[in-house]
Antibody
Framework: EVQLVESGGGLVQPGRSLRLSCAASGFTFGDYGMNWFRQAPGKGLEWIGLIRSKTYGGTTDYAASVKGRFTISRDDSKSIAFLQMNSLKTEDTAVYYC???????????????WGQGVLVTVSS | QSVLTQPPSVSAAPGQKVTISCSGSSSNIENNYVSWYQQLPGTAPKLLIYDNNKRPSGIPDRFSGSKSGTSATLGITGLQTGDEADYYCGTWDSSLSAVVFGGGTKLTVL
């Protein structure tokens, strides 16, 4: 069974940093690209970015709203994806989801496995 | 403002049919596959439809998807109270090099 478990959320002050982790199990993590999404309170889903598998270069793409502040990385030896968030703003307050795509060769395709989400609150 | 446009809400009676539209452009819907997600209150989204019209295993055939040009549609027949949820469409935008989603549609089963 595919499982994605996010951790690392919490309350953080504006301007500070936070790193989220996503522990994956139930599939060959290194074969898949991984995505991060977020959902602000009462709002819709927003894609943050993705990291491709090493087979496809391990490259990343980001939404314009977080480019330059957020960085996605991965540790295939531990089956963990990371979301490093710097220069946090109050508008980054949201539930953050780690998401696996359905196709291992198309990380931006469709998304069939979602973590339970972790809440990040940016407030002074 | 979402790149893909969905109606904020739709409603119908139990047993009836409803459709949810998702409007985009040539850089997203027209030239890429569309997927649909159901989000029940307080839970993570769940995949309903992928590659425009395919259902994952376990999704009942009451749910269907279609695409024509720059628009996609999710259909739900035989509505049940348990279908009350937010529904989102999503796809890749080749111009933005980004995954884009609609703003979501809240389904109420009256």
């Amino acid at each position: 069974e595919v499982q994605l478990v996010e951790s690392g959320g919490g309350l953080v002050q504006p301007g500070r940093s936070l790193r989220l982790s996503c522990a994956a199990s139930g599939f060959t993590f290194g074969d898949y690209g991984m995505n991060w999404f977020r959902q602000a309170p009462g709002k819709g889903l927003e894609w943050i970015g993705l990291i491709r598998s090493k087979t496809y270069g391990g490259t990343t793409d980001y939404a314009a709203s977080v480019k330059g502040r957020f960085t996605i990385s991965r540790d295939d030896s531990k089956s963990i994806a990371f979301l490093q968030m710097n220069s946090l703003k109050t508008e980054d307050t949201a539930v953050y989801y780690c998401v696996r795509p359905g196709y291992n060769w198309l990380p931006e395709g469709y998304f069939d496995h979602w973590g339970q989400g972790v809440l990040v609150t940016v407030s002074s | 403002q979402s790149v893909l446009t969905q109606p904020p809400s739709v409603s119908a009676a139990p047993g009836q049919k409803v459709t949810i539209s998702c409007s985009g452009s040539s850089s997203n819907i027209e030239n890429n596959y569309v997927s649909w997600y159901q989000q029940l209150p307080g839970t993570a989204p769940k995949l309903l439809i992928y590659d425009n019209n395919k259902r994952p295993s376990g999704i009942p055939d009451r749910f269907s998807g279609s695409k024509s040009g720059t628009s996609a549609t999710l259909g739900i027949t035989g509505l049940q109270t348990g279908d009350e949820a937010d529904y989102y469409c999503g796809t890749w935008d080749s111009s933005l090099s980004a995954v884009v989603f609609g703003g979501g549609t809240k389904l109420t089963v009256l």
